[in-house]
């Protein structure tokens, strides 16, 4: 279907007879917000390192736009627009929040390993990551040393160097993980803004979070899929009801 962005079909991982993913069917369609939540250990992140090749499945198959990219490479998932953040804040601590946006846009400017070159020869950059980062808020803390922000804008930092890599998926892994509510609120105002132009799929502990944001939500479980749907819809499931506290259709 012309409106489905990314599909797996059958798509699976075992390590040495454990199946941390099994059978996973997944259609996210463009230009919306799916989430991919479940307990502890339901292979939510061993999904997002199959969908990015971090990880080779051990069957099944991923389309992107519709070509089948299962035996692509890294980098050539990156090239081909699906962009990874992590769970943990990946930036540069001693470099200006102006210069880790830089460093991202080095790539697409054709200057990806050409670390060497001097400071006055990157300024061309400047500009568009000042504009990134005027569209994550953070214009303001340019000039900043990155050690220093506070753990909310450095997660705001690495969504503008995800953005500077011109990505058509985004891949966000809790994206909200280890956040105070005002961290949390700042950083799904950003996603439901970035979103705008782009279709996200986020790994999410929040359920909070999710509900405001989803369009679409997949429930796994034991590394499959136990549910998936509107959160209106999935959320009065009585499986994952159960899957998340314990609570039974006849309790």
Known sequence: MDDLILETKGLSKQFKGFAAVSD???????????????????????????????????????????????????????RQGIVRSFQISAVFPKLTVLENVRVALQRKAGLATQFWRSEQSLHKLDAAAMQLLEDVDLASFANASTVNLAYGRKRALE?????????????????TAGMGHEDIDTVTELIRKVAASRTIVMVEHNLGVVSTLSDTITVMQRGSVLAEGPYDVVSRNPQVLEAYVGVTEDA
Not at 159 to 175: C, F, G, R, S, V
């Open 24 to 78: 996973v069917d997944l259609r996210v369609r463009r230009g919306t917000i799916h989430a991919v939540i479940g307990p502890n250990g339901a292979g939510k992140t061993t999904l997002f390192n199959l969908l990015t090749k971090f990880l080779p499945p051990s069957s099944g198959t991923i389309h992107f736009n519709g070509k089948d990219i299962t035996n692509d490479n890294a980098g050539q998932i990156a």
């Open 159 to 175: 969504i503008a160097t995800t953005l500077a890599m011109d990505p058509e998926l985004m891949l966000l892994d809790e994206p």
